[in-house]
């Protein structure tokens, strides 16, 4: 499946795959039938609920917070009842979250502030993990490499402040006979065609693999999604 995208200036992570993107981009983005892109810009904030919190009408006993890394950034997380209309007279709980990345000393430093307003709106034993986006080796924690993500389990913060600085933050690059290797498994073509790019993205310089494809008789579209793999060469 295939959509058309265009991204401003700056570099953007996208958070089913971990691909990242060099801003200004615009072009279609390929993904498998069950996938759309999500991105999220360096130093972009993304609070969500954890898969097992189901019940929309509660407030989330876990929060799963993406995390650009690449810029500093914050966030208002904003909270009620879910079921009156008083937060139209302001009855609600905010939570301010905020990053800082200093990419000299390579540290990435996180605080969530503690509740303001309502504080009763936030589960007593709420739990929050953190997911480092666009991040290559960060000290101790384990790094998915496929997908540039580092993942912290912070335990219960409750309706308390919590701050943690991680540190020998590396920024991470797309590693392009990786996707390439992962597109051809995905991709519903013929099983020689598959063996024809693998075998040129392993002996090929880049430019002379995509000119390579460029000259391959197949599909059209397994050409333009193996462009946009390598767009950012």
């Not at 993990?129 to 912290?152: P, Q, S, Y």
């Not at 995905?186 to 460029?214: M, Q």
Request: with cysteine; proline share 3%; aromatic share 8%.
């Amino acid at each position: 499946a295939d959509t058309f995208m265009y991204l401003p200036e700056g570099r953007f992570i996208d958070v089913p795959t971990g691909r990242i993107y060099e801003g200004p981009y615009h072009g279609r983005m390929y993904r498998r039938l069950n996938e759309i892109p999500v991105l999220l810009k360096e130093g972009g904030i993304l609070p969500l609920a954890s898969s097992k919190d189901t019940n929309a009408r509660k407030n989330p006993g876990t929060i799963d917070l993406f995390l650009g890394a690449g810029r500093d950034g914050d966030f208002t997380l904003y909270e009620d009842d879910g079921i009156t209309t008083d937060y139209r007279k302001g009855i609600c709980a905010t939570t301010e979250i905020s990053m800082h990345f200093d990419e000299k000393k390579e540290t990435l430093e996180v605080k969530i502030g503690k509740p303001e307003g309502n504080a009763t709106f936030i589960p007593e034993n709420r739990r929050y993990r953190l997911h480092l986006m666009g991040v290559t080796t960060t000290g101790d924690l384990v790094v998915d490499e496929k997908r540039h993500e580092a993942v912290i389990e912070c335990g219960i913060v409750g309706r308390h402040g919590y701050s943690v600085e991680i540190c020998q933050v590396k920024l991470a690059h797309n590693d392009h006979k990786s996707e390439v290797l992962d597109l051809i498994q995905y991709a519903w073509t013929e099983i020689v065609d598959k063996d024809r790019i693998w075998e040129s993205v392993k002996s090929l310089s880049d430019d002379e693999f995509l000119n390579r494809i460029d000259q391959m008789d197949i599909d059209e579209k397994m050409k333009d999604a193996i462009h946009e793999i390598y767009y950012d060469r």
